[in-house]
């Protein structure tokens, strides 16, 4: 098997686990949780640097406003991500959170095409038509747009548009999108504690390692998908990435109970339609070209 697929396969299997990780941490606060996740993830990401002795891009980068203002763009969404993702799994929505990654690479292909000039291919914007058609029967269900999905999968979407366009690699970007975050968090956190608004208790050395557990839960599964993806096909690649919201899914519904009505099932099928659809297509041009 290319050692690739086992990279990227070992991602994703991580990021769909995530909803066990962070229901753990269900007592502290969500906007807590992403604090603590961005300092130790960067004090993780800063010693992976240090051992590997890739500081070589730093001094450039702090001399170019430009790119350290993308990048300071990039770490909100990520940490608006984060807080969204924590907020859904801490108050039982991960069946949402699933959604918006299902979405997410058909909004992929909307910005190609509205941002990057892209031309999709007539059979992905059916794939797109028919995610929409999904959406939109979820949104009539609830009375309402699926919030947290449509969160999640344009903020996610956004930040690998402009990571896709920035000017570092996928170890370097984070490390300076959390060294960016790192100051507000930490002043955050002391704030917090100031005014007695923190939800984690002093002498709790259990939800502690926890929480510093979240700079190599964050970190190694990016290192082992920028590793994965240097070594396998787009299209591939695309297949891969369903892995992640089908487990979250499968939490969702086996593990933490979360309602789930037939009526829901229809717009679900339908946003799974969409992704076979664009697969199928993916991996049939694909062969075409080769």
């Given at each position: 098997m290319?050692?690739?697929?086992?990279?990227?396969?070992?991602?994703?299997?991580?990021?769909?686990?995530?909803?066990?990780?962070?229901?753990?941490?269900?007592?502290?606060?969500?906007?807590?949780?992403?604090?603590?996740?961005t300092?130790?993830?960067?004090?993780?990401?800063?010693?992976?640097?240090?051992?590997?002795?890739?500081?070589?891009?730093?001094?450039p980068?702090?001399?170019?406003?430009?790119?350290?203002?993308?990048?300071?763009?990039?770490?909100?969404?990520?940490?608006?991500?984060?807080?969204?993702?924590?907020?859904?799994?801490?108050?039982?929505?991960?069946?949402?959170?699933?959604?918006?990654?299902?979405?997410?690479?058909?909004?992929?292909?909307?910005?190609?095409?509205?941002?990057?000039?892209?031309?999709?291919?007539?059979v992905?914007?059916?794939?797109?038509?028919?995610?929409?058609?999904?959406?939109?029967?979820?949104?009539?269900?609830?009375g309402?747009?699926?919030?947290?999905a449509?969160?999640?999968?344009?903020?996610?979407?956004?930040?690998?548009?402009?990571?896709?366009?920035?000017?570092?690699?996928?170890?370097?970007?984070?490390?300076?999108?959390?060294?960016?975050?790192?100051?507000?968090?930490?002043?955050?956190?002391?704030?917090?504690?100031?005014?007695?608004?923190?939800?984690?208790?002093?002498?709790?050395?259990?939800?502690?390692?926890?929480?510093?557990?979240?700079?190599?839960?964050?970190?190694?599964p990016?290192?082992l998908?920028?590793?994965?993806?240097?070594?396998?096909?787009?299209?591939?690649?695309g297949?891969?990435?369903?892995?992640?919201?089908?487990?979250?899914?499968?939490?969702?519904v086996?593990?933490?109970?979360?309602?789930?009505?037939?009526?829901?099932?229809?717009?679900?099928?339908?946003?799974?339609?969409?992704?076979?659809?664009?697969?199928?297509?993916?991996?049939?041009?694909?062969?075409?070209?080769?």
């Open positions: 290319n050692i690739g697929v086992v990279y990227a396969t070992a991602a994703y299997i991580a990021w769909g686990m995530f909803p066990l990780y962070f229901h753990r941490l269900s007592q502290v606060n969500a906007f807590e949780v992403v604090l603590h996740r300092l130790w993830s960067m004090v993780f990401l800063l010693g992976v640097l240090t051992v590997l002795r890739r500081w070589a891009w730093l001094r980068v702090l001399a170019q406003p430009r790119v350290l203002g993308a990048f300071a763009v990039s770490a909100l969404l990520l940490s608006c991500n984060w807080l969204t993702y924590v907020w859904a799994v801490h108050h039982n929505h991960v069946l949402d959170a699933s959604l918006g990654y299902f979405i997410l690479p058909l909004v992929n292909v909307a910005m190609g095409f509205f941002v990057l000039k892209e031309r999709p291919r007539a992905q914007w059916v794939a797109v038509a028919v995610a929409a058609s999904g959406v939109l029967w979820l949104a009539l269900q609830a309402h747009p699926p919030y947290t449509l969160i999640l999968a344009l903020t996610f979407g956004v930040y690998g548009l402009l990571r896709k366009l920035g000017a570092l690699g996928a170890l370097e970007g984070l490390a300076l999108e959390t060294l960016l975050l790192a100051p507000l968090a930490a002043l955050a956190l002391v704030f917090l504690h100031w005014q007695g608004g923190s939800t984690l208790v002093p002498g709790d050395g259990v939800t502690l390692t926890w929480l510093v557990l979240s700079g190599p839960l964050t970190a190694v990016l290192l998908f920028a590793a994965g993806a240097r070594r396998v096909t787009l299209t591939t690649m297949i891969l990435q369903y892995i992640s919201p089908s487990l979250q899914f499968a939490l969702g086996w593990v933490f109970q979360e309602p789930f009505a037939s009526s829901r099932m229809v717009g679900f099928a339908l946003i799974w339609m969409a992704l076979l659809i664009y697969s199928v297509e993916g991996w049939w041009a694909s062969r075409r070209q080769g």
